[in-house]
């Protein structure tokens, strides 16, 4: 079976104005579902054509495939970006919480973290909020890279690539990253990938 386009956990309005309807229609709508098509087309005939968004991207590194890596890696980053985010703000509690102020400080030095990661970060990649060993960590990737080939439990993401905030800031990224920070990162996601230690997996159809 293809790879879907896995939809928005909320209205595309949800998380307006920090991120406008019209940004995540086209982020969602044109840009994830480029990436979906692309991959679909590059596993169609082939052994791959019914695996799993996880599976593809692991083939296509394990043979170097880098169109079929970056159209399958973005497929899964996005999902998992979509879920990254709340309509509504959050704080962190329990094992999360406890994790969070044993490796930062803080739940405000992790935010801060984030923003200034994601603000340093040259051109498009992603900032990741990351567990390894029950410790956590704030780590950068590039272009299409992702922590759900490398070593790490993901349990958070924030899409570093223009086309996430060009339309609502322009080229103001630390602009888009503070208020996304302050409000809108879904924290009790975040909680359900520390506790489980295991790979958030892309919704099949």
Do not use: C
Not at 42 to 51: Q, R, S
Not at 98 to 124: M, N, P, Y
Not at 200 to 205: G, K
Request: net charge negative; no cysteine; hydrophobic share 40%.
């Amino acid at each position: 079976m293809a790879i879907t386009l896995s939809p928005l956990p909320y209205a595309d309005d949800a998380l307006d104005p920090v991120i406008s309807a019209t940004t995540l229609q086209t982020h969602h709508g044109k840009h994830h579902r480029a990436y979906v098509d692309k991959t679909n087309a590059a596993t169609a005939g082939t052994d791959l054509a019914d695996a799993s968004v996880e599976d593809i991207v692991a083939a296509a590194t394990k043979t170097g495939n880098k169109a079929l890596f970056n159209n399958s890696a973005q497929t899964w980053n996005h999902g998992f970006y979509w879920h990254s985010l709340s309509p509504s703000a959050q704080t962190p509690s329990g094992e999360l919480a406890t994790a969070i102020d044993a490796a930062f400080g803080s739940f405000d030095a992790l935010k801060a973290e984030l923003v200034a990661q994601g603000t340093a970060h040259f051109a498009s990649g992603w900032v990741w909020l990351v567990a390894k060993d029950g410790k956590l960590s704030v780590e950068q990737t590039h272009d299409a890279a992702s922590y759900n080939d490398l070593s790490g439990t993901p349990v958070l993401v924030i899409d570093l690539w223009e086309h996430a905030y060009y339309i609502d800031y322009k080229n103001v990224r630390p602009d888009y990253l503070k208020k996304v920070t302050d409000g809108h990162l879904n924290w009790d996601f975040a909680g359900e990938n520390f506790a489980s230690g295991a790979l958030w997996t892309y919704p099949s159809a």
